[in-house]
């Protein structure tokens, strides 16, 4: 199901899995879909954190769909942007994994929205995004912060966000497996 690279770069369409100890609350435990990484820095979104927070409380024009908001990094958190499967209905969006996609037109967005005819896990809205300046992620997977892996679109968009840190390092096996099991806190153990 999954891969782990350590000695590459990191890439778009790549996981990031947080180590289970990792000190930064903004990450811990989150799984980190990375969709732009250049000479300029990364910028991906923790797929796995949830606010109390609905759509149509921040944008009021979407009407009949509501999904919860995700928080998508401690990056300026009063941006809002999206992952979808909705590929070419979505004008000027980037495809990061086949049948994933990041951004593209607000408007196209709203269109295809009041339009229906879509599943609520074929996109998936974010509060702010996690951004790393150059050689700034590097340093952070050379120090064991993050665990690099792989899955597809659909498994990303499908799974349940509660689930999906522990699911991914279980997939894993070995020390993966078992680090998947530790507490939150080394106090609980």
Not at 78 to 101: C, K, M, Q
């Amino acid at each position: 199901m999954t891969n782990v690279t350590t000695k590459n770069p990191p890439k778009a369409g790549e996981l990031l899995l947080a180590e289970p100890f990792l000190a930064d609350m903004n990450f811990s435990r989150s799984v980190v879909l990375l969709c732009e990484c250049n000479d300029d820095g990364t910028v991906g979104f923790v797929l796995n954190k949830p606010l109390d927070i609905k759509l149509q409380s921040v944008v009021e024009e979407i009407k009949g769909f509501n999904p919860t908001l995700y928080l998508g990094g401690p990056v300026e958190p009063n941006t809002l942007h999206y992952l979808h499967r909705l590929g070419d209905l979505i004008d000027g969006s980037i495809e990061v994994l086949p049948g994933l996609f990041w951004g593209g037109s607000f408007e196209s967005v709203k269109a295809v929205l009041s339009q229906g005819g879509f599943r609520s896990r074929d996109i998936r809205f974010f509060v702010g995004y996690s951004g790393w300046g150059s050689g700034q992620l590097e340093m952070e997977m050379q120090e064991n912060s993050w665990i690099k892996t792989n899955l597809t679109g659909r498994q990303i968009l499908a799974t349940r966000s509660s689930e999906l840190w522990r699911q991914i390092m279980v997939s894993l096996g070995g020390r993966y497996k078992v680090m998947a099991n530790f507490p939150e806190s080394p106090i609980l153990n």
